[in-house]
């Protein structure tokens, strides 16, 4: 089983930036589909980006298109999130997720089967 482990949260004023990073146990990192989700209080979990083992497919959700940057580091076992131009509507905890290796990119919460504890993003207006 892959244990998935966030950092780089914190808190950044409007504008500002901050990079995420997901860091996974297992040896076998590289040939896992993963995402990004994030989950503000009192709401749903929603998905923010996507990218397969290779790194040659991602998704965003419109919400993260032009401002946030998924990619991935297999020699380091690491995901990363770069996000730009920051927004006190980004405010949420952020969860790094991981599945099976696939061809299609996987936007959906029940997509995935390995979960990190999350990091918190706190945007200031």
């Known amino acids: 089983q892959v244990q998935l482990v966030e950092s780089g949260g914190g808190l950044v004023q409007a504008g500002g930036s901050l990079r995420l990073s997901c860091a996974a146990s297992g040896r076998t990192f590289s040939i896992y589909h993963m995402g990004w989700f994030r989950q503000a209080p009192g709401k749903e979990r929603e998905f923010v980006a996507a990218?397969?083992?290779?790194?040659?497919?991602?998704a965003y959700a419109d919400s993260a298109k032009g401002r946030f940057t998924i990619s991935r580091d297999n020699a380091k076992n690491t995901v990363y999130l770069q996000m730009n131009s920051l927004k006190p509507e980004d405010t949420a905890v952020y969860y790094c997720?991981?599945?099976?290796?696939?061809?299609?990119?996987?936007?959906?919460?029940?997509?995935?089967?390995?979960w990190g504890q999350g990091t918190q993003v706190t945007v200031s207006s």
């Open positions: 990218i397969t083992w290779s790194g040659g497919s991602t």
């Open positions: 997720a991981a599945r099976r290796s696939t061809i299609l990119v996987v936007t959906t919460t029940s997509g995935y089967n390995y």
